[in-house]
């Protein structure tokens, strides 16, 4: 298949999401810097020169599950008088780091290990500590990573029960063992990052992958898209619940081609110490169970990621 393909939100559960982000920012008139409809940027580029000076600007990607921890930032931020200004749903990181670099952005929801690996696709770090202290070098000026959380949401290489039944995978190294062609089906970004076909092949001698773009980041389409067997691979979160609803297995990596990827917040010069403080706070109580339950509590469950945030920070008395 060629172009990635479109979601259609009245159709998939996340809808509810889209729509409740769209709202609140019709409300708040806060400039989207990206379509509600779709995964795609608007041209316009978006920046904090409208804001007040001592407004935090906070941005999250266009997956759901960045998109809560963000709003957790905002609402414990706000909880202590600062003021927010919410900038959800931009896309990927070739669109927003970009405007993090360039100051119009003060506080992201990361990942070590992508993140990391976006600046330095070379490093040879693998383990959790060994990347965060990567990492911190690697955050260019005027920028600096806060404390990294337990919580993790690592890519993993993903497949069907069914087909790893068939082939008998444990591992990505078991890919060597099927027989039939392979097609990895991911954000189209993924085709030219190390994890991407290329990755594939250097690390584990996994040769001639196909790629299908899905613009999704590992939701439905992606996951339809396995079912179907119209892609045989997909790079799905290993804290998404689709996996165990949808009888999907996470290919071990036993040669890390993904590094390991903990939450860790991206922060400007204009989050001082105070707000670092909370952010930290936070970055402390969340597991990896918590962020599972918080997805599943958007997928399954539709609740908005404000309610979502809201339930959790009580949960922690963290407000």
Not at 65 to 72: H, T
Request: aromatic letters at 6%; proline letters at 5%.
């Amino acid at each position: 298949m060629e172009g990635p393909l479109t979601v259609l939100h009245s159709t998939q559960k996340r809808s509810r999401l889209v729509s409740a982000a769209c709202a609140a920012l019709a409300v708040t008139g806060a400039l989207l810097l990206s379509s509600c409809g779709s995964s795609e940027p608007l041209d316009s580029a978006p920046g904090n020169a409208s804001a007040d000076r001592d407004t935090i600007v906070i941005g999250s990607q266009d997956y759901y599950s960045n998109e809560i921890i963000a709003e957790i930032y905002a609402q414990a931020l706000e909880v202590d008088d600062y003021s927010v200004d919410r900038q959800f749903r931009i896309g990927q990181r070739e669109v927003y780091l970009p405007e993090i670099e360039a100051g119009k952005i003060d506080l992201f929801p990361e990942y070590t290990g992508n993140l990391l690996q976006f600046w330095e696709p070379d490093t040879t770090a693998r383990l959790s500590d060994d990347v965060y202290s990567a990492l911190t070098k690697a955050t260019p000026k005027g920028l600096r990573v806060l404390d990294q959380s337990p919580a993790t949401d690592q890519d993993s290489y993903t497949v069907t029960q069914d087909f790893a039944d068939k082939w008998k995978l444990k591992t990505v190294a078991d890919l060597s063992n099927v027989a039939s062609p392979l097609t990895l089906g991911a954000n189209s970004e993924a085709e030219s990052r190390p994890y991407g076909p290329k990755g594939l092949a250097d690390v584990y001698g996994i040769k001639d992958v196909g790629f299908t773009p899905i613009e999704d980041s590992g939701g439905p389409l992606t996951v339809k898209a396995l079912k179907d067997d119209s892609i045989q691979l997909a790079i799905i979160y290993t804290a998404d619940p689709t996996l165990s609803d949808n009888k999907l297995v996470s290919l071990k990596d036993t040669k890390g081609v993904f590094l390991a990827s903990h939450v860790v917040p991206l922060a400007s010069d204009r989050v001082d110490e105070k707000a670092a403080e909370i952010i930290n706070k936070i970055s402390a109580a969340m597991s990896p169970e918590d962020l599972i339950a918080l997805n599943a509590a958007s997928v399954n469950d539709e609740e908005s990621a404000s309610k979502i945030a809201q339930k959790w920070l009580s949960d922690n008395k963290l407000v």
